[in-house]
């Protein structure tokens, strides 16, 4: 199988990106779609230069999962179901079984399992029976190092990964994985090199990948393919298209993760507390339970009392907490686009 593999075509992961050509070589196009405004605008980046759409499938990696409500927004699951059928596009659900909580919680346990929506309907699993039991009892804490901010690993990589590697159907195939990130959330360090985002590869083997191997053989590539827009092209690719943004940036939001993000600023939490007291007063109540706090400095309680909540007016705010979302409300009436109040915002989140 590997000397097959090898047959097939290959190409230069030049830094810039790739043709429209070279894209069309893969077999299966996998979108990582959050539902923010930079997932969204690399799918529409791939119709505008011509990407057949039957070729891409959407995953929405669910933090909470289908069984918890502690950390997404109530309208993110629905808000992209919506933009996937608005555009005729498959999308798959993935998350770890007990989500968000249910890994914060582990006490001399090992993680639990991974689960992903299939092509055939059928929900696959795998993980969680082999490694070492460990213990959380802790909120992700705020560095760039991924094992103490284990959110992003274990519920959107790890899971990502999971079900790329359990899936029948990329074996012998060449996978292209697009993902949303921009180097303009990055920074530069004293040494003028770029750091985080900014010093990300746009092309590059996924970590899934086992091109090379002996008995199992597995193209995939990440692609960051709009690594290098400002957000000024972001908004802009939306509105050429008249897409409807997630409704967080609609409450002043200017990022779209989980709605009481580790990340988020004295405002942010106070805007948490003012539309969502019971879902603050319970992730208050863990920092108090587990004796250590997010800000580590600060506890959720005082950040929240020195901010004040953004201004939005109470129709952005049902939407934006509700669990429905209709595909007709994703596509726009030329000339109904607008620049929601949170774009250009205060951006708080991993660099």
Known sequence: MAAENKAMPTFPLVPDGISLEEIESYDHLVVALSGGKDSVALVLHLLDIGVPIEKIELWHHDVDGPDSELMDWPVTRAYCKAFAEAFGIPIYFSWKVGGFEGEMLRKDSLTMPCRFECPDGSIGQAGGIRGKKATRMMFPQVSPDLRVRWCSAYLK????????????????????IL????????????????????????????????????RVVRHVDVWRAVHKWTEAEVWGILEAYNVNPHPCYHVGFSRCSCMPCIFGNKDQWATVKAIDLPRFEKLANYEEQFGKTIKRKLSLRVLAEKGRPYAMNE?????????????????????????????????????
């Open 315 to 351: 129709a952005d705010l049902r939407i934006a907490m509700s669990r429905e979302y209709h595909s007709g409300n994703i596509l726009l009436r030329p000339g109904a686009w607008r620049l929601p109040s949170g774009a250009f915002g205060e951006s708080c989140g991993p660099i």
């Open 179 to 214: 993902t949303g990130e921009r180097a303009e959330e990055g920074s530069v360090g004293k040494d003028g090199k770029p750091k985080g985002r900014a010093a990300y590869n746009v092309l590059e083997p996924h970590r899934s990948d086992n091109r090379d191997g002996c």
């Open 157 to 176: 990589i790890d899971v990502c990964t999971s079900a790329i590697n359990n899936q029948e159907r990329f074996l012998n195939r060449r996978t292209l």
